[in-house]
């Protein structure tokens, strides 16, 4: 069983479009988190949400929207998507420590 | 804000060769976390450290949570081919709970040559 999924693995769009990035975990953990990987590699946090409730909003453009249905899913929905936006979006989860990363989806805007 | 420093940027070793990488920070850490990361995939924890002067191992793999609590080093033994990836530490400044937020160095992408 994977501990955290996220859907699509894939994802190429036009510029201007709306999508969304779906995420699931069935480990338990209370806190979820959308990270970014720019092309250089480096890990961004976007957000972060205990128990539904919004813990973390980094610097972020306000056409990123995170949802979180319940605890054990947190959904990224991007309007308007523009070129910048092309880079791997990792969701992870946690309990106490360490993250648990799901396997991301690389979004590629053209 | 925390800024980790990961070093080296990258690595080309051959086979069998150990393999040294730290990171040092400009903010005291109470834990110190190394995750490894292969292509395609998303990074995957390795060795969390919680004390200082804490050394932990892992197969080939050994970390240490520096005295200063400032900095942090994985070293791996007689690397073989899979161990290629980016390798990233990353640390943490609030004990406790799920609430906190973790600093990530910028990795160590390794390549290994057979």
């Not at chain 1, 693995?9 to 510029?15: A, R």
């Not at chain 2, 690397?79 to 390798?87: K, Q, R």
């Given at each position: 069983?994977?501990?955290?999924?996220?859907?699509?693995?894939?994802?190429?769009?036009?510029?201007?479009?709306?999508?969304?990035i779906k995420c699931e975990q069935n480990l338990g953990h209370d806190t979820m988190y959308w990270y970014k990987q720019d092309s250089k590699k480096f890990l961004k946090i976007m957000f972060s949400y205990n128990n539904k409730e919004l813990i973390i909003n980094e610097t972020v453009p306000n056409r990123f929207s995170p949802k979180s249905p319940d605890k054990a899913h947190l959904?990224?929905?991007?309007?308007?998507?523009?070129?910048?936006?092309?880079?791997?979006?990792?969701?992870?989860?946690?309990?106490a420590t360490a993250r648990t990363f799901g396997s991301g989806t690389r979004l590629?805007?053209? | 804000g925390q800024q980790l420093n990961q070093s080296p940027?990258?690595?080309?070793?051959?086979?069998?060769?150990?393999?040294s990488m730290n990171c040092t920070s400009s903010s005291i850490f109470n834990t110190w976390l190394w995750y490894?990361?292969?292509?395609?995939?998303?990074?995957v924890l390795l060795i969390a450290l919680y004390k200082a002067g804490e050394?932990?191992?892992?197969?080939?793999?050994?970390?240490?949570?520096?005295?200063?609590?400032?900095?942090?080093?994985?070293?791996?033994?007689?690397?073989?081919?899979?161990?290629?990836?980016?390798?990233?530490?990353?640390?943490?400044l609030n004990s406790g709970g799920s609430n906190y937020k973790l600093t990530f160095g910028k990795g160590t992408l390794l390549t290994v040559n057979p």
């Open positions: 069983d994977t501990a955290v999924s996220q859907t699509p693995k894939y994802l190429v769009t036009q510029m201007g479009n709306d999508k969304s959904n990224l929905h991007i309007n308007s998507l523009e070129l910048g936006d092309s880079a791997v979006y990792f969701c992870a989860s946690s309990q590629t805007v053209v | 940027q990258s690595m080309f070793i051959q086979e069998g060769e150990d393999v490894k990361q292969d292509p395609g995939e998303g990074p050394l932990t191992s892992n197969g080939r793999l050994t970390a240490q949570f520096g005295i200063t609590r400032k900095d942090s080093f994985l070293n791996i033994s007689a690397s073989i081919p899979s161990d290629v990836g980016i390798y990233f530490c990353a640390g943490r």
